[in-house]
């Protein structure tokens, strides 16, 4: 791996990051340490130059070059002492240069020693300063010298590389161990993750490839487990889908010999129309419109296996022979059981609709509600009502059953999954919802609980660029086209 590919990873910007803090942290210790180190120096100096006045003041009759030597010894030029409230040049010599500064070492601030180290250490000029500080041992009030700062500069740059090299090799040190801590502890499950998400994507009907979380850091754990209930949803939404589109094969397939059935019996049917059977002339219509419905929804069948539901042929429809239509066909269904039907439906509604899709649409809410009803066994009514504005017309179907299962008001509207009753698939509730959308409109559940269930079916008005606005009619008037 290239050191530019390296350093854009995370262990390596991680890596540069902790040298980068580590050595901050360090340059914040550097500057005390070497202000703590001037100090030091300093007060070395005013110790070295005490001994040597205490010399001086021991045997007054030293001459001029021990005492060269012990102002050299000293690393000073000249050494004051205060005793006895009386100020003293104990040992002097030359000064080559004005004194520069004055520093008082007996009540200096932190700050004002770091401030006075780092003036001294960039500084490169040489001077002559003036030191003050309490003389050891009590030895007298106080203690001036005046020395040159070349030997001190020298001294703290020699201090602050040391500190520096150490400081760098601890950097350095600690960011390598830091390196391989988060590369066991981050970086290895990220990849390990990253690892599973690319195996998984490689074939996600394969539930083997979904990751096991196994993180212990809490945080990947919990994406763990997220990115684990994400491809379990996804390998069974993949799973279903592979069903539904070999189902939709098998349903085409019979459709499609089951239309050349019902196109035969449709023949058949014609002849019943010339019966002189008063009865049979009564059902021979109604059984002729059921063949032929039947013999649509094959077709529609086929057309769904190659796309999806065909855009509606809308037209207008009076609405209450259409509902009329649908509830005699469900009282043939009901028998003997208690069960009442109840239309409210203005006789002069004409909505525009396709006649066979909305047929579809009503005929799986009121089977639904029939047969929710007739599972509980007892009494029920169902209701349908009809109503419109100046936007939209709305038909509502209420039925006084049990109310939709929970799974089924979790899934509504999702094909085999949202099932009203057991053994119930969900496709009549997805169907319709599908049918009312290509309307322009939208199918809603207003209220379902133990009172009962109520669906309404809203179709606008107007013409909308998303369902009904593809209609094959371009009647505006749904009066029109009756």
């Known amino acids: 791996m290239s050191l530019s590919r390296f350093i854009n990873t995370l262990s390596g910007r991680f890596l540069i990051l902790t040298v980068i803090f580590v050595m901050a ?19 070395s100096r005013l110790e070295r130059a005490q001994i040597a006045s205490l010399a001086l003041l021991a045997n007054d ?15 000073v030029y000249n050494v004051v002492l205060r005793r006895n409230e009386i100020r003293q040049l104990v040992l002097s010599s030359p000064i080559p240069d004005q004194i520069h500064a004055t520093y008082d070492l007996r009540e200096a601030t932190g700050f004002e020693l770091i401030r006075d180290a780092m003036v001294t250490l960039f500084d490169p000029e040489e001077r002559v300063i003036r030191v003050i500080g309490d003389p050891v041992k009590q030895a ?41 801590a ?30 096991e979380p196994s993180a212990k850091v809490p945080e990947l754990r919990e994406a763990e487990i997220a990115l684990q209930a994400m491809e379990t949803e996804l390998t069974a939404s993949l799973r279903q889908k592979e069903r539904l589109a070999q189902l939709g094969g098998a349903v085409a397939k019979v459709s499609h010999d089951l ?18 059977d008063p009865a049979v002339t009564r059902s021979a219509p109604k059984l002729v419109n059921s063949i032929q419905r039947a013999v649509n929804l094959c077709e529609t069948t086929l057309a769904f296996g190659k796309a999806e ?6 037209t207008g429809v009076r609405l209450a022979e259409l509902v009329s239509e649908v509830i005699e066909g469900e009282r043939l269904s009901i028998g003997d059981f208690d069960l009442s039907f109840s239309e409210d439906i203005p006789a002069t509604m004409v909505v525009r609709a396709d006649p066979e899709q909305m047929h579809r649409v009503l005929s799986n809410l009121v089977r639904n509600a029939r ?14 009502a009809g109503r419109e504005d100046e936007d939209e017309w709305v038909i509502s179907v209420t039925d006084t059953g049990p109310g939709l299962p929970p799974k089924a008001r979790e899934y509504l509207f999702q094909p085999f999954q949202g099932g009203t009753r057991k053994g119930g698939f969900g496709l009549g509730l997805a169907i319709s919802a599908e049918l009312s959308k290509g309307h322009g409109g939208r199918l809603v559940l207003e209220r379902s609980d133990e009172q009962g269930t109520a669906f309404a079916i809203h179709l606008p008005k107007g013409f909308s660029h998303q369902g009904a606005g593809e209609a094959s009619t371009k009647e505006s008037d749904p009066q029109a086209a009756i």
């Open 309 to 314: 539901e065909p855009a509606p042929t809308l």
């Open 61 to 75: 009759s030293l001459d001029m070059d021990l005492e060269d030597e012990l102002l050299e010894n000293a690393g």
């Open 140 to 180: 007298g009030l106080l203690i001036e010298v005046t020395l040159p700062t070349a030997p001190l500069r020298v001294a703290m740059l020699d201090y602050g590389f040391r500190i520096l090299l150490l400081s760098a090799v601890i950097s350095f040190i600690t960011a390598f161990f830091l390196f391989l």
């Open 371 to 384: 047969q929710a009803i007739m599972a509980t066994g007892k009494p029920g009514e169902i209701s349908v």
């Open 182 to 211: 988060v590369r066991a502890l981050l970086v290895r499950p990220i990849k390990r993750v990253v690892g599973a998400m690319t195996s998984y994507t490689q074939a996600p009907e394969d539930a083997r490839r979904i990751i």
């Open 259 to 276: 239309r050349n059935i019902l196109t035969t019996a449709q023949l058949f049917t014609d002849r019943l129309e010339m019966s002189d």
């Open 25 to 43: 942290a360090e340059i914040m210790i550097f500057m005390p340490s070497v202000a703590r180190f001037r100090e030091d120096f300093l007060l």
